[in-house]
């Protein structure tokens, strides 16, 4: 399956992402790391959607092999949900969207101004910047997982919750708890 993230930087969607992908044997592909290394290339002067195709490509390789993907970006766009959604139809797996909210206004924005960049060379956005990005409400039914008013493990154990469990190559697909 592909599971897609999505949410505001600073939301917890990075966090929730590689945790999920860890308990689930999952290949990560995070949209932010694909954009730097195009940056450190210097192929590029603006990376533009570059990261987001090369993303699709590299998730759509993997669902092919068997593998479920988790795909962490901020996924802002109906388009780049759109475009998510279709490598998995393209590929016959389900596609599972997920948005990470933080509902807490003081401590949304205090992640924001208090995280560091984990990537080398990554800029991360500012709290006002954050506020004026441009994120498009979501069109179709998706999970919402709130960071304001839950744990990490709460919320990793609630969207494993919401993970269908399906017939793979023979055997149950369950999964891990």
């Not at 600073?10 to 932010?32: M, N, Q």
């Not at 450190?40 to 990261?51: K, T």
């Not at 006002?128 to 994120?135: A, R, S």
């Amino acid at each position: 399956m592909l599971i897609a993230f999505g949410g505001l930087p600073g939301s917890g969607k990075t966090t929730l992402a590689s945790k999920l992908a860890h308990r689930l044997s999952a290949v990560y592909l995070r949209i932010d790391t694909i954009e730097q290394a195009l940056i450190r290339s210097g192929a590029l002067s603006d990376v533009g959607p570059a990261g987001y195709l090369a993303g699709y490509a590299l998730a759509a390789d993997n669902l092919m092999l068997g593998r479920t993907v988790v795909a962490d970006s901020i996924n802002p766009l109906i388009l780049t949900r759109d475009a998510w959604c279709s490598v998995a139809k393209n590929t016959e797996v389900p596609c599972i969207e997920i948005e990470v909210i933080c509902s807490d206004a003081a401590e949304h924005r205090r992640r924001v101004e208090s995280r560091a960049a984990d990537i080398p060379g990554h800029r991360l956005p500012t709290w006002q910047e954050v506020l004026d990005g441009h994120y498009e409400p979501w069109q179709r039914a998706h999970i919402v997982i709130d960071t304001g008013k839950m744990a990490v493990s709460q919320a990793l154990d609630d969207i494993v919750g919401h993970l269908p469990k399906r017939q793979r190559k023979g055997e149950a697909f369950v999964p891990l708890q």
